[in-house]
C-alpha cells in the first residue's frame, strides 16, 4: 500500500476517533452537569437531541456543499468545528447561563462531528484498496477504539484530578481534532467519481432498494446509540455502581466489543455472507436489550449491554458496504443520505429511551427496554432484503 494511501487512512482513523469524542465524551458527564447545572433529566436527554438533530442537518447539506467547496475543505473545517465545540463545551459554560452554553457548544461540535460523518467514508472508499468492504469495517471500528480511548482516558482523568476539573478535561480532547485539521490539510486526497458521473439525488430515491437501506440505517443508529449513549447512566444509577465503574463496566464494555467484532468482520470479510451475519447479530441484540432492560443482576445488565455492544458491530459499515456494492454510482449524496438516516436513528433512538426513563420516574431500565423495537425493525428488513435476493437495476442519469 503506498504512502499516500496509508496517510490518507490514518488521518481518517484519527477523524472516527473524533467523531466518538464528540458523541461519547458528554454523556459521561451527564451526572456531573445534572449536578452542577441543576438540569433535569428531560434537559440532558435535550443534548443528545441537539447533538445528533444538528448531524442530520448538516447530513442533509454536506451533499450539496462538498461539490462547492471541495472534500480536503470540508474535512479541514469538520475537525475544527469539532475542536471548537469540544473547547467550548469546557469554556463557555464558566459564563452565566452554563446550560445555555453547553447547547451552543453541543451545536459546534456537532457540525464537526456531522461533516466527518459525511466526508469519512466516502474518503475511504475512493482510496485503491484490496477490500472495500473490509476497509469500511475497520475504519468504523476506530470509532469504537476512540470511544474505549475517550472512557478510559475520561474516566483516569476524573478520577486522579477531580470531576470538578472536567472542563480542562473537555479542552485535552479538543486538541486531537486541531490536529488532525492539520494533518488533512496536507493530504492529496483521491475522487470518489468522475465529476458528473454521480446518480442525482431524485433519481436516487427512485431506487426502491435505497429506501431499504435508508431504513436499516435508521435502525442501526438507533440500536447502538440508545444503549451506548445511555450505558454509563444507565450502570450508575440502575445497577448502582460509581462513575468509574459505570464508564468502564458501561460505554467502555460496549465499545470494545464493537470495535472487536468490526476488526474480525475486517479479516473475515471475505467470509462471511454479510446480511446473514446482521440479521443473528439482530437476534442478539434483542437479547442484549431484553437483559439490560429486565435482568436485576448488574452482572446480567453489564452482559447486555456489552451484547449490545458486540451485536451493532457490523451494522452501520456493512449497510455502507452493502450500498456501495448496489448502488456504485451513488457517490457522496448516497453516503450522504445514508449518514442522515443514521443520525436520524442516532438521535430518535436515545432521545426516546430518555423521555420514556423520565416519563417511568427516572427508570432508565423502561426507555432500554424499550429500544429493543430499534434492532426487531432492522432484523426484519435484513431478513427480507435477503430472502428477496433483488438486485439493484442500474438507474439512468
Known sequence: ????????????????????IVNNLAPLLFLIFSREFEVTLEKITLLITMNFGVQLAVDLAASKLVNKIGYKQMIVAAHIFAALGLGGMGLLTLLPMPYIWLLVSSVIYAVGGGLIEVMISPIVEACPTDSKSGAMSLLHSFYCWGQVFTVVMSTIFLSVFGEENWRILAVIWALIPLANAFFFSTLKLYQLQPTGSEIKLRVLFKI???????????????????????????????????????????????????????????????????????????????????????????????????????????????????????????????????????????????????????????????????????????????????????????PKH
Open 208 to 394: 426502491k432498494l435505497f429506501w431499504l437501506f435508508l431504513v436499516m440505517m435508521m435502525c442501526a443508529g438507533a440500536s447502538e446509540l440508545a444503549m451506548s449513549q445511555w450505558a454509563s447512566a444507565y450502570a450508575q444509577k440502575a445497577l448502582g455502581v460509581s462513575l468509574e465503574v459505570g464508564n468502564l463496566a458501561g460505554p467502555c464494555l460496549f465499545a470494545l466489543l464493537m470495535g472487536t467484532a468490526r476488526a474480525v468482520y475486517a479479516k473475515f470479510s471475505g467470509k462471511i455472507d454479510l446480511l446473514t451475519a446482521m440479521t443473528v447479530c439482530c437476534g442478539l441484540c434483542i437479547i442484549g436489550y431484553l437483559l439490560a432492560g429486565l435482568s436485576p443482576l448488574p452482572a446480567l445488565g453489564f452482559a447486555g449491554c456489552g451484547l449490545v455492544g458486540f451485536s451493532v458491530g457490523i451494522m452501520w459499515p456493512g449497510i455502507f458496504s452493502l450500498a456501495g456494492e448496489k448502488c456504485p454510482q451513488g457517490g457522496t449524496a448516497m453516503f450522504a443520505m445514508l449518514a442522515l438516516a443514521g443520525d436520524l436513528g442516532c438521535t430518535g433512538g436515545p432521545t426516546a429511551a430518555g423521555f420514556i426513563s423520565g416519563a417511568s420516574g427516572g427508570e432508565l431500565k423502561t426507555g432500554l427496554l424499550f429500544a429493543v423495537v430499534f434492532p426487531l425493525i432492522l432484523g426484519i428488513v435484513s431478513l427480507c432484503f435477503k430472502l428477496s435476493g433483488k438486485k439493484t437495476s442500474e
Open 1 to 20: 500500500m503506498e504512502k499516500r494511501v496509508k496517510n490518507i487512512l490514518a488521518a481518517s482513523y484519527v477523524g472516527y476517533i473524533t467523531q466518538a
